[in-house]
């Protein structure tokens, strides 16, 4: 609906005779419809809506009569072409579009009318649009599904806390210093831990093979990124000095002729560098933004990262149980349209983590299905959380708002100018909003959910072991924690 006409925009009185000429058409086709409902498969429904002959004829004819002034016929003088021969030539193309006016118009006031709440856009198809019969289409399309929320007792959330130890506070800083550290040549034999640049060439069978040479190869002994064999083989060679060995290749090497055979080497070492970590000094903490205050400055803020990540790593933590929990405890048929909808969305956001433009992800034709359950647990997840708030009559606590605007504000030189931003954006506020209503949420479901209090390291709590469930015999435990971005600021 258009509220304004260039830039003068509507007086007054012409907006409400535009309201009350609208009123009243909606009106006319409430009284000349009639609608029939359907119900289809699970959410599908299809509504049968006819409009009787007077009132559709009477809009083509309206249409055609503003049409007669304006449209220039040979023959005929401007505005006084004869009403039969506009209707021979304009009268079909008028009728569609009077038709596909209609459909849509009268498709929204029969879904009020009926209280209907369509999930997806009506696939509308015209069934009777001849002339001196009713006009009858068909709108097919799914609705929301009916929600009975089940109760948050059941669900069940296991809360981690943890104390920073300064055991902790070291493993980060040593973390960070080896982020930052640098390769060095080293003056002596290669070992392990060590970068190293090589030529080599490997023959089977007296054969030189192709994929086993290489030319200027750097690769740091001792991480898997060669064979084990050819990690060994290097191993006490300096600069400068060349070796002959035997390497056996995995039976799971990825070229298959190459699987489970040995092959000759010989390798020529052409640098050899060792990593270098950083001292603690001024030009170090300069990085991570300490200008003054020195080492402890430095470990007060590399301690404050680790406190707000760890409250943020519990935080989604218990939100994930929460999100998880009410899914497992709530059965729904799921509109299709929308669960396709999310699937776009994922698949755009998967492109998005390479770097890809909008819309490649369609060319890539990723399959559906491998989206298909995340999409459904999503939409199944949103639908609930919705119904939490309508039933709960939850809204956004404005002070919860002002303090996330702070939070996103707080890294930034001049705070107040992106708060201001944030508010003069209504979707980015709306964003944040939804954000603190969804903690709200959380918090709502966990005054009745059975929660169980666990204590741990924080290693664990970070990297999420402490609420994993046990592992399974046999299975790798792999619980190292790397710094993450908030941390390395």
């Known amino acids: 609906m258009l509220l304004y006409g260039g830039s003068r925009g509507f007086r007054f009185s012409s907006l409400w005779r535009f309201h009350a000429v609208l009123l009243l058409y909606l009106e006319l086709i409430t009284k000349s419809m009639n609608v029939s409902i359907e119900t289809l498969a699970g959410l599908e429904r299809r509504l049968t809506i006819a409009i009787d002959s007077d009132t559709f004829e009477a809009q083509i004819t309206n249409r055609l009569e503003s049409a007669r002034g304006q449209v220039k016929i040979p023959g005929f003088r401007a505005?006084?072409?004869?009403?039969?021969?506009?209707?021979?030539?304009?009268?079909?193309?008028?009728?569609?579009?009077?038709?596909?006016?209609?459909?849509?118009?009268?498709?929204?006031?029969?879904?009020?009318?009926?209280?209907?709440?369509?999930?997806?856009?009506?696939?509308?198809?015209?069934?009777?649009?001849?002339?001196?019969?009713?006009?009858?289409?068909?709108?097919?399309?799914?609705?929301?599904?009916?929600?009975?929320?089940?109760?948050?007792?059941?669900?069940?959330?296991?809360?981690?806390?943890?104390?920073?130890?300064?055991?902790?506070?070291?493993?980060?800083?040593?973390r960070l210093r080896d982020q930052h550290a640098t390769q060095e040549p080293a003056v002596r034999p290669a070992q392990d831990g060590d970068q190293v640049k090589v030529d080599f060439t490997g023959e089977l069978d007296g054969e030189r093979v192709e994929e086993a040479c290489g030319e200027g190869m750097s690769f740091t002994i001792g991480q898997g990124q060669m064979i084990e064999d050819f990690d060994k083989g290097v191993i006490g060679l300096g600069a400068g000095e060349e070796r002959t060995f035997d390497a056996v290749f995995p039976e799971d090497y990825r070229a298959e002729e190459l699987q489970g055979k040995t092959v000759q080497f010989s390798v020529k070492v052409v640098e050899v560098t060792e990593q270098q970590l950083p001292e603690l000094d001024d030009e170090f903490f300069q990085k991570f933004g300490i200008e003054e205050g020195g080492e402890q400055a430095f470990r007060e803020e590399v301690k404050s990262n680790m406190d707000r990540e760890l409250e943020a790593s519990i935080k989604n933590q218990i939100k994930q149980q929460v999100m998880d929990g009410l899914s497992d405890i709530h059965e729904f048929p799921i509109p299709h349209d929308i669960v396709h909808r999310e699937i776009h969305v994922l698949k755009e956001q998967m492109m998005g983590q390479f770097q890809m433009p909008p819309g490649q992800a369609q060319s890539l034709d990723l399959p559906d299905a491998l989206f298909h359950d995340q999409a459904e647990k999503r939409v199944k997840v949103g639908l609930i959380v919705n119904e939490v708030i309508s039933a709960g009559e939850l809204v956004a606590d404005a002070e919860k708002v002002d303090a996330k605007l702070q939070e996103l504000a707080a890294p930034y030189g001049e705070p107040d100018q992106v708060i201001e931003w944030y508010r003069s954006n209504p979707e980015q506020m709306g964003n944040i909003e939804m954000s603190v209503l969804e903690d709200q949420v959380v918090d709502h479901i966990m005054a009745s959910a059975e929660v169980e209090e666990v204590v741990a390291s924080y290693s664990e709590v970070i990297s999420g072991a402490a609420i994993a469930p046990p592992a399974i015999e046999g299975e790798d435990d792999d619980s190292t924690t790397e710094p993450t971005e908030e941390q390395t600021k």
Request: hydrophobic share 40%; glycine share 6%.
């Open 79 to 174: 505005g006084k072409v004869p009403m039969r021969e506009v209707r021979r030539r304009f009268g079909n193309a008028v009728r569609s579009e009077v038709a596909g006016e209609m459909m849509q118009s009268s498709f929204m006031t029969a879904v009020q009318q009926e209280e209907m709440n369509p999930a997806s856009a009506p696939k509308l198809d015209v069934v009777k649009m001849d002339p001196g019969i009713d006009f009858e289409f068909t709108a097919t399309f799914d609705v929301f599904p009916t929600i009975e929320l089940g109760s948050f007792s059941k669900i069940s959330v296991k809360r981690p806390s943890a104390v920073i130890e300064d055991a902790d506070l070291e493993t980060m800083i040593e």
